[in-house]
């Protein structure tokens, strides 16, 4: 595979890892935050220091959804 290739595949690759990384990350922690029965659930089978690891992605997972949208839009943009 030729290196410009890879760097095309990746570029189509990427921004959807970023994007669904996003939002699977927000849809699983606005369930947990949300609902009383999945927010005692976690509270009761996920330990203390991975619980807050895990509630702490949230910033992160806004970043990859806001970045990872406009990446596929600036595509989509730039490929029309």
């Known amino acids: 595979m030729a290196p410009h290739a890879l ?5 189509k690759i990427i921004p959807w890892l970023a994007f669904g990384y996003g ?17 005692k659930m976690a509270n009761e089978r996920i330990p ?10 949230l910033p992160l997972a806004w970043i990859c959804l806001l970045v990872g949208s406009a990446w596929i839009l600036q595509g989509l943009w730039l490929s029309a």
């Open 7 to 11: 760097h095309e595949t990746l570029d």
């Open 23 to 39: 939002a699977v990350m927000i849809f699983v922690l606005q369930i947990l935050m949300d609902s009383p029965a999945f927010a």
């Open 48 to 57: 203390e220091p991975h619980r807050s690891r895990f509630f702490s992605h």
